[in-house]
């Protein structure tokens, strides 16, 4: 059952809010609505809520990536402060939002960039005598590595 207060006036300042970084608890509870209530308006897609509020949601990281701009900069904070703040930022951005804010190099496929084993059969006769020099010196230092 979801809240009757549902107003799209209420619904576009909690998206807003919430857009600018701040959490979706501390915007509930300022309107006197709990966060499930929120919630649900997002799985009962009330009146396109949803997609709204996935969108709010990924703005919600872009305001925090900035937010560890602007604690990083900041003269007034302790220096472990201020770890403390962006590597909690830093967290959450890279978990939320991995393939732009994450560490990890893709080494590995996935469902958008699959690896895809490039292979070409050549025949010998085809290659210039450039190209067979470069194959034979390729070759050479293949077995000379090999041997030690």
């Given at each position: 059952m979801t809240d009757s207060r549902y107003t799209p006036e209420l619904a576009a300042d909690i998206l807003r809010?919430?857009?600018e970084g701040e959490p979706l608890r501390q915007?509930?509870?300022d309107q006197g609505i709990p966060e499930?209530?929120?919630r649900q308006w997002a799985r009962d897609d009330r009146d396109g809520f949803d997609a709204k509020y996935d969108a709010a949601r990924r703005m919600q990281v872009e305001a925090w990536a900035d937010e560890i701009v602007l604690i990083a900069n900041r003269n007034d904070l302790d220096?472990?402060?201020?770890?403390?703040r962006i590597d909690t930022l830093k967290g959450l951005c890279s978990k939320l939002v991995?393939?732009?804010y994450g560490d990890r190099l893709l080494v590995a496929g996935d469902a958008e960039n699959p690896v895809q084993?490039?292979?070409q059969q050549v025949s010998l006769a085809d290659l210039s005598i450039e190209q067979l020099d470069a194959l034979d010196k390729f070759t050479q230092s293949v077995i000379?590595?090999?041997q030690q």
């Open positions: 809010r919430v857009s915007v509930s509870r499930s209530t929120v220096a472990n402060d201020k770890r403390v991995p393939r732009r084993l490039m292979h000379e590595a090999r």
